[in-house]
């Protein structure tokens, strides 16, 4: 999935799982009652008193960089490189401090410059330190943010949701200590202020970044004169490479995690620091000696694995699976099952910029054409809810009086006829003259490798709307690949799920138009000057009940404009291995946090 959103909607792991939900309770284990006993785990197991953690990814990361990532799983590998200032505790949901002493200190600014803005003021931990020995201090977080607003680095993604930071003042009296300036109030300012802080040293050796003021980097009028910057440019080339992404020795946080393999399309490798500055701070833990990310794209291979024990943790395993596996004997001796809420959802987004999909009646035709029903009951099982907008059903902002778009072959030929589409030479498929010459309906269906559910849907697509005389090509490719794809905005249809977390929406970064961009999430094309208003009103909106009007006023103008198919949002399912204490799942994502895996008592005496 992509982060956001919803990217980083995804939503960061590292303080919070970027894009919004609320909360909805923690995990619920759902093969509590169909295992052998948890009492014989220590005895049968092979990994009994293996301290590591091995867990499935169906795909390969796209960088190991938490400012220039753009998938979801990316995000949780780096939330154990990286740290940040915040964290969000996965089952009270509530934000705490990790690099930082606690939450920040906040008020409205109601005079001066600042007036009707806001300050945010943290600390940093006394005991946070760099790998080199150097103590992590304010500056860090100062050149992090100058990284971010840099105009050339590839950080469009985030960058969104960082204008509100104007300035930050470090305390001259305690270089831990630091104040950040802001001349609006933004919902989410310690949401994202809680961000991470990445060393000077490592990505900066030259001290390019140095030059140039937070205020300078923010001035839309000094845009040109950055962007042609010498040192901006040299600075971006650098951090945009891919040594800054996956070389080992220059993917460094202050995590307690060293990055020490990356085996494209096989594995990825953490090793438990020595001597890490968090095992001296009660309220932070990591417990297992590594942690490994196995990447298995083929869902048969990776139940396989997992029934020899061959991974300790998946999520979002295939319903299919996951219904089969819950009464299997033999797989309920080794693994919990859970399956919690899951704050996603798919959807199929449609190019509005390709002639053919440009009318918003032919979007709407096919919505018509994706049956709903049918997605829940047999490819997710029973475990999906619909959904009408980009706003969770749990959320109390989400808008009821959306109606279901129903099944409806026949109301999708009626909108096709409406936008000028009819079968004109009897070949079975609708046409239309677009600048002189007839075009017919034939649209391709990307989506990526490994995701079985979102194949399926495209099929059902394709079959369904072959009735409606519109030729829909199945189309699956390779994770990086269907990236590298969108962000060029090739495609017709794509079908993707956005990952969201129990914070407000901030809807900025998919739904904006300055998001339609080449690395930006909106790769859709949706947005007018009333939408982006809207938008930026519920960023900077406070009171709940305002902002709800604006919530419900968006959803509506997205679900009339139809940029995507909401689909369905599915259940979360994940098998955990019972030889570890300490690992609830919840709402939060990825929906568990394996750093503190702890084996079970007698782990060390068993075998």
């Known amino acids: 999935m992509t982060k956001t959103t919803n990217q980083w909607i995804a939503l960061l792991t590292g303080f919070v799982l970027l894009l919004s939900f609320t909360a909805c309770g923690g995990g619920d284990s759902a093969g509590a009652g169909n295992s052998d006993g948890d009492g014989d785990i220590l005895s049968i197991s092979k990994k009994a008193t293996d301290n590591s953690v091995t867990i499935h990814e169906l795909q390969d990361c796209d960088k190991l960089n938490p400012i220039l990532s753009s998938s979801a799983n990316s995000t949780y590998v780096e939330g154990n490189i990286f740290y940040s200032l915040l964290t969000m505790d996965p089952q009270s949901l509530k934000y705490k401090g990790q690099l930082a002493v606690s939450r920040p200190e906040i008020k409205e600014i109601n005079e001066g410059k600042y007036k009707g803005g806001m300050s945010l003021t943290y600390e940093i931990r006394p005991e946070a330190t760099w790998d080199n020995g150097t103590p992590i201090v304010a500056e860090d977080y100062v050149f992090t943010m100058k990284i971010i607003k840099n105009p050339k680095v590839d950080a469009a993604n985030i960058r969104p949701y960082m204008e ?57 009028k000094n845009r040109d004169q950055l962007i042609n910057n010498s040192d901006i440019q040299a600075f971006a080339k650098g951090y945009n490479s891919e040594k800054y992404s996956r070389e080992k020795g220059f993917v460094v946080g202050a995590g307690p995690y060293e990055f020490t393999e990356w085996e494209t399309g096989q594995r990825i490798t953490l090793t438990k620091k020595k001597n890490w500055w968090g095992d001296k701070v009660p309220d932070l833990k990591a417990t297992p000696s590594k942690i490994i990310y196995k990447i298995v794209p083929d869902w048969t291979t990776a139940i396989t694995s997992m029934k020899d024990e061959g991974m300790d943790l998946s999520r979002s395993i295939r319903e299919s699976d996951f219904v089969e596996l819950k009464d299997n004997k033999l797989f309920s001796r080794y693994y919990n099952m859970h399956s919690p809420v899951f704050l996603s959802y798919d959807y199929i987004g449609f190019n509005r910029k390709n002639p053919k999909l440009k009318d918003k009646r032919v979007r709407r035709a096919i919505a018509h054409l994706v049956d709903r029903d049918e997605i829940i009951d047999v490819l997710m099982y029973g ?52 600048d002189g010459k007839k075009v017919p309906m034939k649209l391709t269906f990307t989506t990526n490798a490994g995701r079985d559910r979102r194949k399926n849907i495209g099929i059902l697509l394709k079959e369904n709307a072959k009735r409606a005389g519109i030729e829909v090509t199945v189309e699956i490719l390779e994770w ?128």
């Not at 900077?540 to 604006?550: A, F, I, N, P, Q």
Request: charged share 30%.
């Open 480 to 607: 990086t690949v269907f990236l590298e794809r969108n962000k060029r905005r090739e495609f017709d249809m794509k079908c993707l799920g956005w990952v969201q977390s129990p914070i407000p929406d901030d809807l900025k970064q998919v739904w904006h138009t300055e998001s339609d961009s080449p690395d930006g999430s909106n790769q859709v094309g949706f947005g007018n000057a009333e939408s982006d208003k809207i938008i930026e009103d519920i960023r900077s909106t406070l009171d709940e009940g305002k902002r709800t009007k604006l919530y419900h006023r968006i959803q509506e103008l997205i679900y009339d404009d139809q940029p995507y198919v909401f689909v369905a949002s599915p259940k979360e399912r994940i098998a955990i291995h019972k030889r570890f204490e300490n690992a609830p799942t919840s709402v939060a994502r990825p929906g568990y946090n394996e750093t503190e895996f702890v084996l079970k008592k007698g782990a060390a005496k068993a075998n």
């Open 164 to 220: 509100f930071i104007h300035d930050i003042k470090i305390d001259p009296k305690n270089p831990k200590k630091f104040t950040i300036f802001s001349k609006d109030r933004y919902l989410l300012a310690e949401a994202f202020s809680g961000y991470t802080i990445l060393p000077p040293y490592i990505y900066d050796p030259k001290g390019l970044m140095k030059k140039f003021t937070i205020p300078q980097l923010n001035d839309p």
């Open 383 to 434: 475990l999906g809810e619909k959904i009408n907008g980009p706003i969770h059903p749990t959320k109390s902002y989400y808008n009821k009086k959306l109606k279901d778009i129903p099944f409806s072959v026949d109301k999708a030929v009626s909108l096709l006829k409406e936008a000028g589409w009819e079968d004109t030479d009897g070949d079975g498929i609708v046409d239309k003259m677009i």
